[in-house]
């Protein structure tokens, strides 16, 4: 049956040795990799909006997972609990009730919003700690909360307002697309509980190929703009979306059209400004130094001190 | 005027708590420089151990920075009116290659500050504003969900940006002490030589015989 491809395996039940690991990283913030000596699979969520019921199991086996509790919250009208992504909860159903102009339906769409474990990601752009946040070959991006110094520089750098910071231990938090569970076989704990198949995890390859069998099945019941959500400004996603209105991503709780690290981040980053500031500093030292030998010291006289003691004895008389 | 504060070898140039505000400043401009450098060259992040690790320095580096804000505070409420410009400041600044070879005969007399130090008081007390308010807005612990991203990630480019222009004043700033001997005491004992004053600053001698002082 088409539509339940992609189940997960059991979970192994001894000896479970990650498959990957430190030697597999292709990007380290604030310090650089060797070149890993293998290239690991591109593996993929993908996130099938049409297909979602709003449940909210993904989040129930994220906390769950993720050993994160959140408090009881407070009804404020919306289907969309907690509000918001927090340091403890990784993934958030953002529901939007929409008329849809066309047909004069209510649609209700659903999309779980989290990491998108960008190719190209802003975060670890961002990140002034070394190690702080990495990025294996197989396109996941997690943190390390050993390294993590709580500055927030990830929140600035996302294009999607993931990261969150804990008001507890003061460090950043998101989806780690389960990279413990996968790293052993596993998918990401949200795909595994997802009722529906909504959320499904393999290769980045295979998901494409899922999201075009799903984007055929859209279009032929009418939703003409269905498509597939990898937005190539941050050299596409590790978290995918079939959206049944690729057209309009915004519609969906405010997906990016297209999202791209903010051109202030990348200045901000630049190594050409780290270059040009210390060689500017390094200038002004050369020229002070230049200025001391060739004019220096700028000493009074002995004449000086009689001048001042006439001016000043002059008065006292 | 009376004798027992102003003898020719030790002219009374800045009070005591001029010069405590002074120091204070200058230790949290170093402390700000070496932890603002840890976070922003990657290269220079082990500077972070001389804090306690990258977690302290990013918990220190704002409240330094308020330090600083508040010393620089009562350097500029004591400093304002020796600051404001005059004309001779523009002819300092028009003759400027009598005033970087230190021949200061060419040179009108001035007084308490020269024009370079006005520009180093007004250049910093306007960047240490741009740094503190991109600062707060960075402050991530306290202010971190008060601005949207946009805004922080602007504050975050100027804060960088700002810094290394503070830097370069402070590097200049420093190199007058050695490039004028006789100038550090003037933070350390508070007092200055008649020689000294009547080489760099005759208006401000004149005064102080004067009574002005």
Known sequence: MANFEFVLPPPPTRNATPSYGEQDLVRRSASSVPPPARKLTEVSKLIDVSKCIGCKACQAACLEWNDERIPVGENDGSYT?????????????????????????????????????????????ACPSPGAIVQYSNGIVDFDHDKCIGCGYCVDGCPFNIPRISQVDHKAYKCTLCSDRVAVGQGPACAKACPTHAIVFGTKEEMKQHAEGRITDLKSRGFANAGLYDPPGVKGTHVMYVLPHADQPALYAGLPRDPKISPLVYVWKSAAKRYASLAAMAAVVVAMVVHQVAAGPNRNTDEDEEKARQLIEGRDK | MSAERHTVSTLKRHPLDVRIAHWVAAVSFILLGLSGFALFFPGFFFITALFGGGETTRFLHPWIGLALVLSYLVLFVRFFSACLWKKEDTTWVLRAPDVLAGREENLPEFGKFIAGQKMYFWGMALLFVVLLVSGVIIWQAYFGSLTPIAVQRLAALTHSIFAVLAILGFIIHVHMVTWEPGTLRAMISGTVTGGWAWKHHRKWLREIVAGKN
Do not use: A, S, Y
């Not at chain 1, 999309?111 to 998108?116: L, N």
């Open chain 1, 81 to 125: 609990i907690p509000p918001d992504l927090t340091p403890n909860m990784f993934t958030v159903m953002r529901f939007t009730e929409w008329v849809n102009p066309e047909t004069q339906d209510l649609e209700w769409l659903i999309r779980k919003d989290g990491c998108m474990h960008c190719e190209d990601p802003g975060c670890l752009t």
